[in-house]
């Protein structure tokens, strides 16, 4: 069983969330499946090994209950690959379905990665105006400054995505010497990776292939 299916069923056998997330820390998890480390006072979740709907779902949600205790909860999502003509379908409806994904509110912040994600950011925001949203075209460089720009110490931050995405790539460039998080000049961060932002205001939230 691995880390994901053990969080999902320690849930459904009522185990609460500080209790999921000690537990998933105390294992060795396979390399960028719900692995977590800690990037600069940022917690990150790597699942980005793969993703298609129904473990994009299964992730979020083993996130958003292993989480809670987190000053704020922010999700990384790219594209979902080889879903045919039903791609655009399928991730708009990821973006309506997010803001109830989470108990006690949507994430405070949902990045979304990838040309195909851009339907899944446009619906998201629509669904969740109370949250902020960002969509990046890439893993890239640009992006990874765009993302350092609006993390900040206390985050917990869920990547997920078709392997094909490369999502590491932006892991590695929070990871990297002198990176940091949080950098002031957010709104030129995002405008060179051609980001697409709603904000407003953020409530505290409670409590693969």
Do not use: C
Not at 99 to 105: K, L, N, T
Not at 193 to 206: F, K, L, Y
């Amino acid at each position: 069983m691995n880390a994901l299916a053990a969080a999902l069923a320690a849930h459904r056998l009522g185990a609460d969330a500080r209790a999921i997330s000690a537990g998933l820390a105390a294992v060795s998890a396979s390399e960028m499946r719900f692995v977590r480390q800690a990037i600069d006072g940022i917690e990150v979740v790597n699942d980005a090994y793969n993703a298609n709907p129904e473990s994009m779902r299964a992730s979020i949600r083993a996130f958003a209950e292993s989480s809670s205790a987190a000053q704020r909860r922010v999700v990384v999502l790219g594209d979902m690959l080889e879903l045919g003509d039903a791609a655009e379908s399928l991730h708009r409806e990821l973006g309506e379905w997010l803001p109830e994904a989470i108990a006690g509110g949507p994430p405070e912040l949902a990045i979304f990665v990838g040309p195909l994600s851009a339907a899944a950011s446009r619906a998201f925001a629509r669904a969740a105006p109370e949250s902020e949203s960002l969509h990046l075209p890439d893993a890239g460089a640009a992006s990874a400054e765009a993302l350092r720009a609006v993390l900040r110490a206390g985050d917990s931050v869920l990547f997920k995505a078709s392997r094909g995405v490369a999502l590491e790539r932006l892991i590695a460039a929070l990871a990297a010497p002198g990176a940091g998080a949080g950098a002031g000049a957010v709104a030129g961060a995002r405008s060179s990776a051609e980001s697409e932002t709603r904000a407003g205001p953020r409530p505290r939230a409670g409590g693969s292939r």
